[in-house]
């Protein structure tokens, strides 16, 4: 079974930084889509960034020229750094990644447990 698993998660001022790192384990033939959303206390879960196997990025308005997404392949790992921190920006941050077990098996998301990103002002 494929897990996700993220690390890099704490306690920042503002305008400091931190990363994020998301690591997939198991049975894993392909990754298509990964990368991160947020969830705020009382507010839905919202898209931060993912990035596709062929390395196009997508990311929200919020956090664009702040934060960067990157990849490597051969680790199954994502990575989020996340500069110029503000309050706004706590949340529990979670992975999640769209991938197929087997060639002729569907693609399906599978999500990591979260990692608290707070940010102090």
């Known amino acids: 079974q494929v897990q996700l698993v993220e690390s890099g998660g704490g306690l920042v001022q503002a305008g400091g930084s931190l990363r994020l790192s998301c690591v997939a384990s198991g049975r894993i033939f392909r990754i298509n889509v990964m990368g991160w959303y947020r969830q705020a206390p009382g507010k839905q879960r919202e898209l931060v960034a993912t990035?596709?196997?062929?390395?196009?990025?997508n990311y929200a308005d919020s956090v664009k020229g702040r934060f960067t997404i990157s990849r490597d392949n051969a680790k199954n790992s994502r990575y989020l750094q996340m500069n110029s921190l503000k309050p706004e920006d706590t949340a529990v941050y979670y992975c999640?990644?769209?991938?197929?077990?087997?060639?002729?098996?569907?693609?399906?998301?599978?999500w990591g447990q979260g990692t608290q990103v707070t940010v102090s002002s």
């Open positions: 999640k990644a769209n991938l197929a077990e087997r060639e002729w098996r569907t693609p399906y998301d599978v």
């Open positions: 990035i596709t196997s062929g390395g196009s990025t």
